[in-house]
């Protein structure tokens, strides 16, 4: 993020690799922002339900949340607690992976598409637009999520009906559920804006 600042709105391109078509998702989140807040984001533009382990990578080093009891973990992973998207912007990065799952191994690209300033009155991270729903969880990486839509649109029942009482529903991959993106962001935003209206206070 080259020029960043503390006080800048990254806008961020999310694309959910080795599917086509392409699974995507634009944000603008602040720079302030830990990654570990990045994490909640992602989780809620893409519609994941936060069940598994994540790190982002970026330029040969991996951020992630600590586990106690863990050390080979703890080893290999920087604190995304304490690193802030704002301070990856001295290193120059312009776009990470984003990896959630280790078993399924879902790989996103994140794209820093442009810093601006934050509009007045406007409360962030903001959603922007996407397209295509995220994979089920845990149905098997890309290989189980292709699997997934053949069996939801095969012409026999009990193959369809077994892969959607699996899910447990209807599925559209076209559907992003846009008004449940909205409002879960709408959520975090508020909670960074309580967060910082005490932070003035005290």
């Not at 959630?100 to 598409?113: A, F, K, L, P």
Request: with cysteine; aromatic share 8%; hydrophobic share 35%.
């Amino acid at each position: 993020m080259p020029g960043s600042n503390a006080n800048a709105i990254a806008v961020l391109r999310i694309e959910l690799e080795d599917i086509e078509p392409l699974i995507w998702r634009r944000v603008a989140a602040p720079t302030s922002m830990s990654l570990k807040d990045l994490h909640g984001v992602i989780q809620a533009v893409m519609g994941w339900r936060d069940c598994h382990l994540w790190e982002f990578v970026t330029q040969g080093r991996k951020y992630g949340l600590r586990i106690s009891n863990d050390p080979d973990w703890n080893q290999r992973i920087s604190n995304a607690v304490t690193i802030k998207l704002s301070s990856l912007g001295t290193d120059g990065v312009k776009d990470m992976t984003y990896v959630y799952d280790m078993g399924d191994n879902w790989q996103h690209r994140i794209i820093v598409e442009k810093l601006t300033p934050a509009e007045p009155d406007t409360r962030y991270p903001q959603f922007l637009g996407g397209e295509r729903r995220c994979p089920p969880e845990d149905c098997g990486g890309v290989p189980g999520y292709y699997g997934f839509l053949d069996n939801i649109s095969s012409k026999q029942t009990k193959k369809r009906k077994a892969a959607l009482d699996w899910y447990g529903g209807p599925y559209d991959p076209n559907d992003i559920d846009e008004d449940r993106i909205v409002a879960t962001l709408g959520r975090l935003a508020r909670g960074r804006h309580s967060d910082q209206s005490k932070a003035v206070k005290t």
